[in-house]
């Protein structure tokens, strides 16, 4: 492993309540679109750099991201396919893990926001101190 990607884990809530979704829906695309996820959240600092993904707060050496993607095959940009995933992120440790993984058909309007913090917060309760959602 290179000593600047990051490790990368889906948190088995992130697995168990909304992979399922994307399995069932897009079957062997999603395998190919979950791979990629993975190397996209390993190289997750030039992603912030470049403005692919949207910092949401930062606490000491931890980060909190919401990261756009396209299930692959879909031909349809990341932005524009509804589908997002939100990170939570350890410098020190330079690891990532995928809290969630969402279409915005799973967690609708109104309020995308308060939805996934209020997810977060359910199921993430340490990582909802550190970020006071």
Known sequence: MDLQNYSVEFEAHCERYYIKSF?????????????????????????????????????????????????????????????RCILFIDEELRSVKILLVYSKNDISDPNETAKWKSDVKSNFSDIATIFSL
């Open 23 to 83: 399995e069932k829906k897009y079957k062997g695309a999603w395998l190919k679109t979950k791979d990629d996820l993975v190397e996209v959240c390993r190289r997750i600092d030039l992603m912030l750099e470049y403005r692919r993904a949207d910092l949401i707060a930062s606490v000491d050496q931890y980060k909190l991201v919401k990261l756009d993607f396209a299930v692959e095959g879909t031909q349809i940009s990341p932005k524009r396919s509804g589908n």
